[in-house]
């Protein structure tokens, strides 16, 4: 399956590096962009040292962590939502005769090596905030926990989305709210968000264990929410909960998907 | 019986020709009878762009689906976005000129604009037309390129206010409250400054399309046009917050004009005839380099072999 996967992602890579000029440059592009929420954050901590009780570099952090893992999905994963454009265009029914899992052949599809230039930008910020923050030593084991966490929760919101649009066809944009809005609500930390919006996301939608409960545990601060402190440990918990549930409706959504019939 | 005086009706509507010229053949050209009708349905151009206005709206009222979901991602974005403003705000209160109110209202109205400006750039036909060799089609015909591109955003531009820019204004108007245009004056300015965004974002558009006839691929074009988009139109951060001679700079570019500029007529946090100044100039300047683009690639087109 892993084979599978590096092998589709490597056939992608060599088509993309065909044009060598154009690689580069997409490369930059693509960490260009993702630097202008970076500078947004920049913008608005040179208009106030502290937003919602965060300093800068508390900001930074936590954007960097969600940001890492993020861009990873969107690197490897998050060609899964153009699955609705395959299923219209018939290319779909091609993909589940071949001998491999349609998941990892909608993951790889037109696989872009240049966003790596995200995850590079993303890593720099959170290597950035983790020099010049004084955290506790202790905690750093928290890190890798959380970045794979986060990684496991996106990747998941990427196939629900991709289960959707079994059923949405024609508006395949609305799973955008949620894969690329996960990405926009995580750059900030959640004291800034509504109560009830903190909630949805904490309880129902497990976003707040990408960067936010784990990231309190690591920066050692209280919950402005008062959530008990057995919480910031069940990122890991919620993560499984929720590739159980991406993995079922991914199944169904294929166990119910009819042709279009070109 | 019936259908005679169809017929006489119809010989008696058909265009005048002028009896004054030789009779016209099979084909007919300058000084023939036929030339001077042919000329009036030639001039006969605002009829024309106004029904490619129309096309344009309808060919996107096809899919509504489409638009309603772009517009409940421009909605939430805009909650998102209102929540870090309002912190924001709430540490700074009165922070350049904005209340807490004008904060959220920038949000929604600047989601509202993501749709009507094609703020990801995009929404043109040209860049396929030009691949694929089209374009040739479109340069012969006796209608400008660009009027006639323009003409059909005007209509893409028009459906999606309805329909992407709405939704998020009512949002926000629900969940937060946002400033509403006091009074006709107040709604006449923010809607030039909303056509006269449109037109800026139209131009470049069109010029980042035509870059396609030079660089074949528009991937890069399109990129490099959001990488200056997204920061400098104020659809991430409202750009008065933007410090510095970097702020002074940021605030007269054309992206400016797109979203900043309507959103501060709309708030009535600006002055309003220096704005619509600043977008008149962009319009004009970037429209005007659009019609020696057109007129350069009908070289390129040849050069190519068409």
Known sequence: ?262 | MASQPEIRLRSRAAPADNPALPSAGPCTGSGTERHRAITIRRCATIPLYARLVRYGFRKHATYVWAALAGAFTNSVFGVLRAYVLIALWDARPGLAGYDVVHAVTFCFITQAFIGPMQLFGGGLTVPERIRSGDIALDLVRPASLQLWSMAEDLGRAGYLALARGIPPLLLGAALFGIVWPAGAGHWAAFLTAFAAGWAVSFAWRYLVALSVCWLVDDRGANAFSLVLTTPCSGMMVPLVLVPGPLGEVVRATPFAAMVQAPADVYMGTADVPRTLALQAFWAVALLALGALGTRAIRHKVVIQGG
Not at chain 1, 191 to 216: C, E, H, I, K, M
């Open chain 1, 1 to 262: 399956m892993v084979s599978s996967y590096l092998v589709l992602v490597w056939a992608w890579t060599r088509a993309a590096m065909a044009y060598r000029a154009s690689f580069a440059l997409m490369v930059l592009l693509g960490s260009v962009i993702t630097a202008t929420d970076v500078a947004v954050i920049l913008v608005i901590f040179a208009n106030t040292t502290s937003l919602a009780g965060f300093s800068r570099d508390e900001a930074l952090f936590l954007y960097g962590v969600a940001g890492v893992a993020f861009s990873l999905c969107d690197m490897f994963v998050s060609n899964l939502d153009r699955i609705s454009q395959h299923i219209k265009a018939g290319t779909f029914d091609a993909m589940l005769i071949r001998p491999v899992s349609p998941w990892i052949q909608m993951a790889t599809d037109r696989f872009m090596p240049s966003r790596i230039g995200r995850v590079l930008q993303a890593a720099v910020v959170l290597g950035y905030a983790l020099a010049v923050l004084d955290l506790d030593p202790g905690r750093l084991w928290m890190l890798p926990v959380m970045i794979v966490s986060g990684i496991v929760i996106f990747a998941s919101l990427w196939t629900l989305a991709a289960a959707a649009q079994f059923v949405l066809t024609d508006a395949p944009e609305v799973t955008n709210a949620f894969t690329y809005g996960s990405g926009q609500l995580t750059q900030y930390p959640f004291s800034a968000y509504g109560r009830d919006l903190v909630r949805g996301v904490t309880y129902v939608l497990p976003l707040a264990f990408v960067n936010w409960q784990p990231g309190l545990y690591v920066l050692d601060r209280a919950d402005p929410f008062g959530t008990p402190g057995f919480m910031r440990f069940l990122g890991p918990a919620a993560a499984v909960v929720l590739a159980l549930l991406a993995a079922l409706a991914w199944r169904q959504g294929l166990r119910h998907y009819r042709s279009t019939g070109s």
